[in-house]
Every structure is written in structure tokens, then in C-alpha cells.
């Protein structure tokens, strides 16, 4: 049979090999997979998925059921911490008793316990006996000679009792020690001021027209009932001399104001040289010193009948008639000033004023005051900032209550007020006798069961009934001894620096200097050999 011709022979099928079909099948099937996978991870699982993590997680951690353990007296996790909580208060009683080898054991002890929970929190599983009997023995034998040794409860407390009584104790002394030295500091004459003193005195004598400088220029400034009075009683001349300059400084007109010293004999020429050096803006400055003051004896002033009186000055100075219970802080020397209590004397110092503003030398003034002038006492002697708020008291803080006559005419809730910018009708302070009423109260403290120390205390018996309150952004206090509100400072009239950390002092709170010490020209000659700076 003849073949056909190679065009119309029909063509043969090719087979694939069996490999081939296997590696398509199993391309197809990856590629499906991922598709599939992907898919998946864009949906969000479905409530059976998570059920059944949820369920396999809980399984975990179903054994280590931590409050099941601890509330399962049998728990090995609970009597381990137990043992750890005990072991540690012996811990402190050991070293307290200075048996250090035995805190040791117990630290070590105490690390290998918490070491075992630490493990068994981690494989969420609970303890064991079979692996924590070793360590449960071995501290169990350590609190047993705990107790041997008298580590109880008891004698724990009975040792921590007498710790905190040595502390309290230790801490009473240190404050006792620090009080005296900060009063110390706070009494202290800086050499500077000491040397201004000196030097100012030298001037005086020295240069003769300092002393013609004539007093009869200002002679009828000093009775003129429609200028604006004020009088500080101070011996330190640098702080008086702020006071006057702040005043001038802030004052819409200052040749309206007349301020009236009154200092000691020691620094009496001092100060007549510095106010005749130095002007302030036209503001009139007399000064006197208070023995110069004629009806200033002990037959009229009771006080100074007392100050005279030696057991007095022992009280102030060693406090050896009260065992030194009396607070250091009311055995200043200045107590025994007579500068300081001629604030109840105001009318005699100036008999032919009708009013007067009281500053303390420890004040500031950055607002302009001469509206002080203007406020209505409605009838009373005395205008003052009250201080019954906050950090300061009332009557029942500074008066003994225990004393029939204080119990009987005062109210222990009264509220307390501050000297130091004091407004004075001079008027009715005459007509109502209010020297007179001091004098009586005075007198009936010379044995000093009605009050200890000081002025304030016979200030609020003698004008109580008498005072009327100012505004109390007149008179901001405390800036001499704890932190005031930034705005209050900057909306006062008066800031007073009462307290011991004087502005001139070195513990005086640096915060609070830059205020008084911008009226301070420490480029004056006179401070600069002094080295004030």
C-alpha cells in the first residue's frame, strides 16, 4: 500500500507527560489557597473563631485563678505570701536589734519564696507542694526562731513605738535649735547698717552745715491738719529711709506729705544726717528721739515701769521664771524697745495732729496711699486690715481664755487685725481715752496671765470695739515669713514684711527682696562704703 503524500497526512496528538498535569494541578491549588487566605484576612473572624480563642485562653488560665488561690486557705501561693509578709517585719526587727546575719537569712530567704511565685505566675499554674515544700519548710524554720528570739507582734510595736518617740524627740530638738538660730539671725545688726550708723554719726559732727540746716522751714508743715501725716518709730535707718521713698516714689503728689521719726538717742544723729543728705521728691521728714519725750516715765507709762522691772527682763531674756516653755520667738529684744510701745502713745508724740498713718519700718508702699486720708472710720479710733482668714487668728490665739476678765469682754471669735499701716483718729482717740484704756489693761497684765509678750495683744483689748476694717488690699502681710499669692502682692497697697526673714537680712526671702530693694540706691555713697550691695 502506497503511503500518502507528507500534506495530506493527518496529524499525530502530543501527549503531556504525567508530570505535567501534577505541577499545573498543584500551581492551581496554591493559587486558589492564597486567594482564599486573603480573602480571610480582610473579614472579620466570625463569633466561632473567637469563642473558641477565647475558650483556649480561659483554659490557661483557669489554673491560675488568682483570687481563688488567695482565698483558698489550703492555697500554697497564699501561705507563701503570708510567710514573705511576716518575714519582712522581722526583716526590720533583726537590723533594729543588729543581728544582721539573721536579716540576711531571712532577705535571702524571703527572695527564693517570691522567686517561686514569680515562676508559677509566668506558667499561669499553681504551685505545687511538691516544689515549693522545700521552701515553705525552710522559712517556716526562720520565723520559728524569729519567735525564739522575741520577733513577736507585740515587741515589734513596743519597738516601733520607741523608734518614733527618739524620732519625735530628735525632731523637737532640731526645730528647737533652728528656731534660736533663725531668731538669732533675725536680731542680728547687720555690719553694714552698724557701719552706716557709725559713719552717718561721724557726718553729723563733722559738718556743721548739716546742723544749721533751719528747722523752722518745716516747723508749720508739722501741725498742718490738711497735709497727710505719717510716723514710723524705728532705729534702723536704711529700712525707715525705704519706707519714706516707696511712699514719695508712688505718691501722686508728695509735697503733701510730712512723715514724723521718732528713734533712740543712738540713732538719733545718724538719722538727722541721712534725711538731711538725701531728698524724696519734697516729702517733709522730722525726726525726734523718744527721751527727749518729758511726760515718757515710769509713774505715767506702766510699761515702762515693768521693762524697768528686773524679773521682767530676766523673763524676756532667759525665761528662767517658766522653766523656758515660753516660745523663743517672744524673747526679742525689741520687746523691751520702748519704740515699740509708743504706738499706744501716738496722741502725746503729736498733740496737734488730728489724723496720722502708722507704718511700721518693715513695710513697702507701691501704691499711692493719701486715699487712707479719706476713708470713713464711721466713728472709730483705729482702721486696720483684719486677719482672722487663712493662716492668721482670732482673739481666742493671742488672749488667755482662761482668765476671767478676758473671758468676760471679749468675744474669743472677735477678729484679730494688723499693725503696721494703721489709720488713727488722733480726735477720738482723746475724747474716748484710749491711752487710758491701754494703761488699764497693762496694769492687770504686769504678772502676764492675761497675755505673754508683745503689742498685739494689748493692741486688741485696747481698741476692740474701736476698729474699723480697710479694704484688704491697704495692707498685704507676711512676706517676712511664708509665700502670698503673686496678684494679691501686686493689688496691695502696703506690703509688710512681718516675720523674721527681713528684706536687709540675709535669710530674708529672695523672692520678696527685689520689692524693697528697688528703693534702695546702693550706689549712694554712703552704702557703697558701707558694702551694701
Not at 501534577?22 to 480571610?40: D, H, K, N, P, Q
Not at 508749720?220 to 529700712?239: E, G
Not at 474669743?412 to 499701716?421: E, L, R, S, V
Not at 494689748?458 to 470695739?465: I, K, S
Amino acid at each position: 500500500m502506497r503511503r500518502q503524500r507528507p500534506e495530506f497526512r493527518r496529524q499525530v496528538r502530543r501527549r503531556f507527560s504525567g508530570m505535567f498535569w501534577l505541577t499545573l494541578c498543584g500551581g492551581f491549588a496554591v493559587l486558589m489557597l492564597i486567594v482564599l487566605l486573603s480573602r480571610e484576612s480582610t473579614k472579620p473572624r466570625s463569633r466561632s473563631v473567637l469563642s473558641k480563642s477565647s475558650y483556649g485562653h480561659d483554659k490557661v488560665i483557669e489554673g491560675l485563678n488568682i483570687t481563688a488561690e488567695m482565698l483558698n486557705p489550703d492555697s500554697i501561693t497564699r501561705q507563701l505570701n503570708d510567710q514573705i509578709s511576716l518575714a519582712k517585719a522581722f526583716v526590720v526587727i533583726a537590723k533594729e536589734s543588729n543581728n544582721l546575719q539573721f536579716a540576711w537569712e531571712l532577705s535571702a530567704q524571703i527572695r527564693n519564696s517570691q522567686i517561686l511565685l514569680s515562676n508559677a505566675a509566668l506558667r499561669r499554674t499553681p504551685l505545687t507542694l511538691q516544689e515549693s515544700e522545700t521552701a515553705v519548710k525552710d522559712m517556716a524554720l526562720l520565723l520559728f526562731q524569729a519567735q525564739q528570739l522575741h520577733y513577736d507582734s507585740a515587741t515589734m510595736i513596743m519597738r516601733l513605738k520607741t523608734r518614733i518617740q527618739d524620732l519625735e524627740e530628735q525632731t523637737s530638738s532640731v526645730m528647737e535649735k533652728s528656731n534660736k538660730y533663725g531668731q538669732i539671725a533675725a536680731e542680728e545688726v547687720p555690719k553694714s547698717l552698724y557701719c552706716l550708723g557709725v559713719r552717718l554719726t561721724t557726718e553729723w559732727f563733722k559738718h556743721s552745715d548739716l546742723q544749721k540746716k533751719s528747722q523752722t522751714q518745716i516747723e508749720a508743715k508739722l501741725k498742718d491738719n490738711n497735709l497727710h501725716h505719717f510716723c514710723v518709730f524705728s532705729d534702723n535707718i536704711l529700712a525707715t529711709s525705704v519706707v519714706i521713698n516707696s511712699t514719695a516714689s508712688n505718691s501722686l503728689n508728695p509735697a503733701k506729705l510730712v512723715f514724723h521719726l521718732v528713734t533712740d538717742e543712738v540713732n538719733f544723729h545718724a538719722m538727722k544726717a541721712w534725711f538731711s543728705m538725701n531728698s524724696f521728691r519734697g516729702v517733709t521728714v522730722d525726726v525726734q528721739k523718744f527721751e527727749d519725750f518729758t511726760w515718757l516715765n515710769s509713774s505715767y507709762v506702766p510699761v515702762l515701769k515693768q521693762l524697768q522691772d528686773s524679773d521682767t527682763q530676766n523673763y524676756y531674756f532667759s525665761g528662767s521664771n517658766d522653766g523656758g516653755k515660753t516660745p523663743i520667738k517672744f524673747r526679742n529684744p525689741k520687746y523691751l524697745s520702748m519704740l515699740n510701745h509708743l504706738r499706744f502713745y501716738i496722741p502725746e508724740v503729736f498733740p496737734s495732729l488730728k489724723k496720722l498713718v502708722f507704718l511700721d519700718d518693715d513695710v513697702v508702699v507701691q501704691k499711692d496711699i493719701s486715699g487712707l486720708f479719706n476713708v470713713d472710720l464711721n466713728g472709730n479710733v483705729n482702721g486696720a486690715v483684719e486677719t482672722c482668714t487663712e493662716t492668721f487668728h482670732r482673739y481666742h490665739k493671742y488672749l488667755n481664755y482662761s482668765h476671767p476678765l478676758i473671758r468676760a469682754h471679749f468675744d474669743p471669735d472677735a477678729c484679730g487685725w494688723a499693725f503696721g499701716m494703721n489709720v488713727f483718729d488722733l480726735v477720738e482717740w482723746r475724747k474716748r481715752n484710749v491711752t487710758g484704756i491701754y494703761h488699764y489693761w497693762q496694769e492687770k497684765n504686769v504678772d502676764r496671765s492675761l497675755w505673754k509678750l508683745g503689742t498685739l495683744p494689748p493692741g486688741l483689748l485696747t481698741f476692740y470695739g474701736l476698729t474699723e476694717a480697710l479694704d484688704p488690699r491697704w495692707h498685704v502681710l507676711g512676706l517676712g515669713y511664708t509665700n502670698v499669692d503673686a496678684q494679691v502682692i501686686e493689688n496691695g497697697a502696703v506690703l509688710h514684711f512681718n516675720g523674721n526673714l527681713k528684706p536687709w537680712l540675709k535669710i530674708g526671702m529672695e523672692k520678696y527682696k527685689p520689692l524693697w530693694e528697688k528703693y534702695v540706691d546702693y550706689s549712694h555713697p554712703m552704702l557703697e562704703r558701707c558694702n551694701f550691695h
